[in-house]
T-cell receptor, first 110, second 112 residues
Framework: EDQVTQSPEALRLQEGESSSLNCSYT??????LFWYRQDPGKGPEFLFT???AGEEKEKERLKATLTKKESFLHITAPKPEDSATYLC???????????FGAGTQVVVTP | DAGVIQSPRHEVTEMGQEVTLRCKPI?????LFWYRQTMMRGLELLIY????????DSGMPEDRFSAKMPNASFSTLKIQPSEPRDSAVYFC??????????FGPGTRLLVL
């Protein structure tokens, strides 16, 4: 059975304190791995798509990387506005069906 | 582009009542997804459509749930009769080509 596991469940950071979130997956065939950001009371907002091991994507203070079994979302020198829940999702078939992880809640304090 | 539009944004109803949630996908997108999000279970896929045709409804919890997509710009998720355990945030998402999904703002449902 396909599984997507995110860790840690929650992360509290001081402003400027870099850290990484993990998304590990066991799936029969990965077509793509997606990262989303979700703010309280809002829908998930798309951040990145990664398709193959070794691929990296960057956006401002965020950098996503992918290996054959996991993905990392690195947050460099975070700011309070980076506080959110970060979700990863895997796409494993040709019909567009995502499986989401439970998310990591990140709080960045000034 | 206005993005995915959902209505209502909030719904409070009493147990046993019918609830209808509405979604307008991004124009040109051929996939539409309905999700439910709770603290306990996270984001769960309920059903998705491709070109207005339901592809996979294995996530629909019970016969009380039904979804339709009469045309490319409108979909509904109906719960009849509603129960307190249906209380959750319901999201609609759409994608072009079955890849990156774009989510609406959600409907927060409370069943008393």
């Amino acid at each position: 059975e396909d599984q997507v596991t995110q860790s840690p469940e929650a992360l509290r950071l001081q402003e400027g304190e870099s850290s990484s979130l993990n998304c590990s997956y066991t799936v029969s065939g990965l077509r793509g791995l997606f990262w989303y950001r979700q703010d309280p009371g809002k829908g998930p907002e798309f951040l990145f798509t990664l398709y193959s091991a070794g691929e990296e994507k960057e956006k401002e203070r965020l950098k996503a990387t992918l290996t054959k079994k996991e993905s990392f979302l690195h947050i460099t020198a975070p700011k309070p506005e980076d506080s959110a829940t970060y979700l990863c999702a895997v796409l494993t078939d040709s019909w567009g069906k995502f499986q989401f992880g439970a998310g990591t809640q990140v709080v960045v304090t000034p | 582009d206005a993005g995915v539009i959902q209505s209502p944004r909030h719904e409070v109803t009493e147990m046993g009542q019918e609830v209808t949630l509405r979604c307008k996908p991004i124009s040109g997108h051929d996939y539409l997804f309905w999700y439910r999000q709770t603290m306990m279970r996270g984001l769960e896929l309920l059903i998705y459509f491709n070109n207005n045709v339901p592809i996979d409804d294995s996530g629909m919890p019970e016969d009380r749930f039904s979804a339709k997509m009469p045309n490319a710009s409108f979909s509904t998720l109906k719960i009849q009769p509603s129960e307190p355990r249906d209380s959750a945030v319901y999201f609609c998402a759409s994608s072009g080509g079955g890849e990156t999904q774009y989510f609406g703002p959600g409907t927060r449902l409370l069943v008393l």
